[in-house]
C-alpha cells in the first residue's frame, strides 16, 4: 500500500509564497501521474495541479495558472507545489494524490483517477 504525506502548508499573507510538499512511503511504485487538490470548509474538493510520471505534461486549474508550479523527483517519489501570489481564495487543506493507471478514462483534472491521497495539509491565506 502506498501512503501520501503532505508538508508545507500553513499561515500566509496574500501575495506570499508557499511550498508543498508529498512524500510517499511504504511500497511504492516510482511511475505515478500525480497531482494535488484542495478542499475548503463547506465546497467540493476541486482540482489544482498535476503531472505525469515522464514530468512531460503539466496541467493548472484556470484559477491558479501563472502562480503554482508542480514539479517532481521521481527517484525519491515526491511532488511540489511552489504557490506564488496566493489568494485568500486560495485558503483549503490541500491533499496529493497519485495513481498508477495510465490507462485511465479519466482526465488528469478528475478526482476519479487517483488511487492513492495524503491526509492534507492547511493551507491559509490572510488578506
Known amino acids: 500500500q502506498v501512503q501520501l504525506v503532505e508538508s508545507g502548508g500553513g499561515l500566509v499573507q496574500a501575495g506570499g509564497s508557499l511550498r508543498l510538499s508529498c512524500a510517499a512511503s511504504?511500497?511504492?511504485?516510482?511511475?505515478?501521474?500525480m497531482a494535488w487538490f484542495r478542499q475548503a470548509p463547506g465546497k467540493e474538493r476541486e482540482f489544482v495541479s498535476a503531472?505525469?510520471?515522464?514530468?512531460?505534461?503539466?496541467y493548472y486549474a484556470d484559477s491558479v495558472k501563472g502562480r503554482f508550479t508542480i514539479s517532481r523527483d521521481s527517484d525519491k517519489n515526491t511532488v511540489f507545489l511552489q504557490m506564488n501570489s496566493l489568494k485568500p481564495e486560495d485558503t483549503a487543506v490541500y491533499y496529493c494524490a497519485a495513481t498508477t493507471n495510465f490507462y485511465s478514462s479519466y482526465r488528469p483534472y478528475n478526482a476519479l483517477r487517483y488511487d492513492y491521497w495524503g491526509q492534507g495539509t492547511q493551507v491559509t491565506v490572510s488578506s
Open positions: 503531472i505525469t510520471w515522464s514530468a512531460g505534461n503539466t
Open positions: 511504504g511500497r511504492t511504485f516510482s511511475r505515478y501521474d
